[in-house]
């Protein structure tokens, strides 16, 4: 069964980068648009951003923020610099069954795991 596996985050302090990775297993996501959520207890998951199938159009809700991927690789990235304590949250990356993004979380029908990303002040 297919499945998304993002990776990439961690603890870092305010001001620093990350690149987050979502790599698809046994599921081909190139003709998928794809996007980045985020959530934090008790709060709704919020979307950050999203890429067309092609990469041709970006949907990017904070700045700071690189959304990209390579289709040949089956990897979708998300760049994130100048962190700041409340973009502390776990990130899911997420596949779209359709080639242009959307920013409304129901749209998407494979997530992964999440992974956690810790920004201290």
């Known amino acids: 069964q297919g499945q998304l596996v993002e990776s990439g985050g961690g603890l870092v302090q305010a001001g620093g980068s990350l690149r987050l990775t979502c790599a698809a297993s046994?599921?081909?996501?190139?003709?998928?648009?794809m996007a980045w959520f985020r959530q934090v207890p008790g709060k709704e998951r919020e979307f950050v951003a999203a890429?067309?199938?092609?990469?041709g159009i970006t949907d990017v809700y904070y700045s700071g923020f690189t959304v990209s991927r390579d289709n040949a690789k089956n990897t979708v990235y998300l760049q994130i610099n100048s962190l700041k304590p409340e973009d502390t949250a776990t990130y899911y990356c997420?596949?779209?069954?359709?080639?242009?993004?959307?920013?409304?979380?129901?749209?998407?029908?494979?997530w992964g795991q999440g992974t956690q990303v810790t920004v201290s002040p």
């Open positions: 890429i067309s199938w092609s990469g």
């Open positions: 997420a596949r779209r069954p359709a080639v242009i993004p959307s920013r409304r979380a129901d749209l998407y029908d494979v």
């Open positions: 046994g599921l081909d996501i190139s003709d998928n648009a």
